[in-house]
């Protein structure tokens, strides 16, 4: 699959969930390939894009194929977590998107380090002005931070073994290489692949991913002050692809929705979350995971008192 391939998850879903057809602004918190953004655009000449990527490589492509609607489009090199915080007139805005998933392009592009099926440096960067690697964290954090990361962010039931197995390894020897990696985990975790089995080096590099980015780091925080600044009737979508940032995402909604006391600010959309049906698994397998939720601000006078 060529990077302008990548076919965004739930697509059709998603642009249902934020009902596109409204004239104003859409925010995508998360471009990447901008799969979502170009049919926002293509679909509704009304529409105008706010976007945002802490990749550069990505959001330099994703200017690219926005190209022909470039006069509706206002790119943000930042994390989608700053918006709350920018310049940004949200009065006209109708939807906000977040995809916290990786694209195609990410993943197949080897010096990046994010798949352990490739041969590259652990890097696992989004963002290049960062300076913390994955490599980094291998060589510098104490052998209980380590097992901590595999087994919040990886739920890895061998986090300690691993850890304990990489912290003797790297008085000897760097561990720098994503195939270096995946070799320690799989003998760590006797690894022999079955059918239908998810490989263990999966979650230690999804777990070192995380924490590299701080993915889940100010979610909850930036879902509750977004809506509590959009106005009503705006909607927002959100697509998680592990269960971290689901639960994340689920408990800040129910919360927001059904508050203590009082009426909640939001109503939720999405009573269990949307998946990919078989023909969308398919046709990419990276969807299997994906997940779904979506909720609309309530009209003045039907919320908690802020």
Same mark, same amino acid.
Do not use: C, W
């Given at each position: 699959m060529s990077e302008r391939e990548h076919l965004p998850a739930l697509l059709e879903e998603t642009l249902s969930y934020l009902d596109i057809q409204r004239a104003g602004t859409y925010i995508d918190g998360t471009l990447g390939m901008a799969g979502h953004a170009s049919e926002i655009l293509k679909r509704n000449p009304?529409?105008?894009?706010?976007?945002?990527?802490?990749?550069?490589n990505s959001l330099l492509k994703a200017r690219e194929y926005l190209r022909p609607y470039a006069d509706r489009v206002e790119l943000f090199h930042a994390d989608f977590k700053y918006l709350p915080d920018l310049d940004i007139d949200l009065s006209t805005v109708r939807?906000?998107?977040?995809?916290?998933?990786?694209?195609?392009?990410?993943?197949?592009?080897?010096?990046?380090?994010?798949?352990?099926?490739?041969e590259g440096p652990?890097?696992?960067r989004m963002d290049f002005r960062?300076?913390?690697?994955?490599?980094?964290?291998l060589d510098k954090y104490s052998e209980p931070k380590l097992?901590?990361?595999?087994? $919040?962010? !990886? &739920?890895l039931k061998q986090a300690n073994q691993l850890a304990r197995r990489i912290a003797t390894l790297r008085r000897t020897q760097k561990i720098e290489s994503t195939t270096q990696l995946r070799m320690i985990v799989e003998e760590v975790c006797h690894w022999i692949p079955q059918k239908g089995k998810i490989h263990p080096a999966s979650k230690v590099f999804q777990a070192l991913r995380i924490e590299v980015n701080q993915e889940l780091?100010?979610?909850?925080?930036?879902?509750?002050?977004t809506i509590r600044l959009i106005l009503p009737k705006t909607r927002i979508a959100v697509i998680s692809f592990h269960s971290l940032e689901d639960r994340i995402v689920k408990h800040t909604l129910a919360r927001l929705a059904h508050p203590e006391n009082g009426p909640g600010l939001i109503d939720i959309l999405t009573?269990?979350?949307? $998946?990919? !049906? &078989?023909?969308?698994i398919s046709r990419t397998s990276r969807a299997r995971s994906a997940k779904l939720r979506a909720a609309e601000k309530k009209p003045y006078g039907t919320q908690k008192t802020q």
């Open positions: 009304k529409a105008r894009l706010i976007g945002f990527d802490l990749d550069e939807g906000i998107l977040l995809d916290l998933g990786m694209s195609s392009y990410q993943l197949e592009t080897q010096d990046r380090g994010f798949s352990h099926a490739l652990l890097d696992m960062n300076k913390l690697t994955a490599a980094k964290i097992a901590r990361v595999f087994r $919040t962010y !990886g &739920e780091e100010g979610l909850s925080e930036f879902l509750e002050r009573k269990k979350p949307v $998946t990919p !049906g &078989e023909d969308e």
